[in-house]
């Protein structure tokens, strides 16, 4: 069922969290006891609506995660890294006048996990499309105008790959049910696996997360609720994919990054009192954010009916800071050996590798994201492909999977053309 949850429950939800939180922001100093106490009271407004849904949508899993980002990053705006109405003031003087002004801002930090066009904007930004042009305002009929395109294209793909899903459902009759990961398989199996894994992540997931960002930046320019350079892309180039550390932070969208570094920070310095800058700390963080990630995304796997037990989440993301830490190491050799040889290695870390580097680097990546995705999409792709619900109305039912997916080509390639591509 697409949308099987109380709309207004939700709706209400997210505004007291939102409500709760401002106002402790602005009305309360830091280290005050009511923002200690109201910070229950956020975590339950999303922990109440956390159940099993069967067939639940992309979307409703999207909404449910938001709730509970929010809940993350009320306790970094509240008590982790307390803001109060001098700091919304001195943040952004030009709209520090009004209290209502102060309110808005505070909402967007607290919803907003990218903080784009603040102080507080997580690194790696993706850049405006060049389609815009290289003027300092963007227009908004053709920031609309290209959201909305490619949100439509988008839906179209996803009600595509609803049907197909459906469809070999049908053929394959009733689903057995969860099981373990068998890992001793024959190559070829472990070839459609690994190419599975690697469409959930770069077509799927992708695809399914961003037309959610476009609709939202459509519905909250379009109202006028903000303004179009706030959105910028959500996805990185997979150009940058030539490492496990920049597929996450360049590539990936950063939903997460800021929420979960401010918990991460928190435990590795202020808990653990790790000494800072030092190799522990850093790879502390690293592990800690990836930890969180999976916690959440078991909720998430909850959300879909995946048992606990059956859920992969708490190994599949905590296991990519190894991954990072190999190919750091890798690195610092490859740059140790280089020197001895005589060759100036780059200082730049943001420097474009050699051609025969981001080659092989590639490999790794896809090789790493192949293998590891495994326990955390197994048990995901092990659930009933007849409740797939990606898409609330279906085209593909009124004419069928070869007409539509010809559509896609054809308006694919000329969207891409005319608008310009991200990939």
Avoid at 381 to 395: H, I, K, N, R, Y
């Amino acid at each position: 069922m697409f949308w099987p949850l109380d709309l207004t429950s939700y709706l209400a939800s997210g505004a007291l969290q939102i409500l709760i939180t401002t106002t402790c922001i602005v009305a309360t100093p830091k280290g005050s006891l009511f923002r200690y106490a109201a910070i229950p009271c956020i975590v339950w407004l999303a922990y109440h609506l956390i159940q099993p849904y069967d067939g639940a949508s992309p979307t409703l899993c999207s909404a449910l995660t938001h709730l509970i980002l929010m809940a993350v990053q009320a306790v970094n705006l509240l008590l982790l890294n307390p803001l109060d109405d001098t700091d919304l003031a001195r943040e952004d003087p030009k709209h520090s006048l009004f209290l209502s002004d102060r309110i808005y801002h505070a909402a967007e930090l607290l919803s907003q996990f990218r903080a784009i066009g603040t102080s507080r904007q997580i690194k790696s930004v993706p850049a405006q499309p060049a389609y815009y042009g290289r003027q300092g305002k963007i227009s908004r009929g053709r920031f609309l105008l290209r959201q909305s395109v490619f949100f439509l294209w988008q839906y179209l793909v996803l009600d595509l790959m609803q049907a197909l899903a459906r469809q070999k459902a049908f053929q394959e009759g009733d689903s057995p049910g969860f099981s373990h990961i068998d890992w001793f398989v024959p190559v070829d199996q472990w070839v459609e696996r690994g190419l599975t894994n690697l469409t959930v992540w770069f077509a799927l997931s992708r695809i399914v997360i961003d037309a959610h960002y476009r609709l939202s930046s459509v519905v909250f320019v379009g109202s006028g609720l903000d303004v179009a350079a706030n959105w910028p892309p959500l996805f990185g180039s997979m150009a940058d994919v030539y490492t496990i550390r920049k597929f996450w932070g360049k590539f990936w969208h950063q939903y997460l990054r800021q929420p979960f570094t401010a918990v991460s920070n928190f435990i590795a310095r202020d808990v653990l009192h790790l000494p800072r800058p030092s190799i522990l700390e850093r790879y502390t963080n690293i592990f800690l954010v990836f930890l969180l990630s999976g916690m959440l995304h078991v909720i998430v796997d909850h959300i879909q009916t995946v048992p606990y037990e059956y859920s992969g989440s708490l190994i599949g993301f905590p296991i990519m800071a190894l991954g990072i830490m190999l190919e750091d190491g890798v690195q610092a050799l490859w740059k140790t050996l280089s020197s001895s040889a005589g060759k100036e290695p780059s200082s730049d870390e943001e420097s474009v590798p050699p051609l025969w580097q981001r080659a092989v680097g590639y490999i790794w990546t896809m090789t790493w994201l192949a293998v590891t995705s495994t326990w955390y999409l197994h048990p995901i792709l092990q659930l009933p492909g007849d409740l797939a619900t990606l898409v609330p109305l279906s085209l593909c039912e009124k004419i069928g999977v070869q007409p539509l997916g010809s559509i896609i080509v054809g308006t694919g390639l000329l969207v891409g053309f005319i608008f310009g591509a991200e990939i």
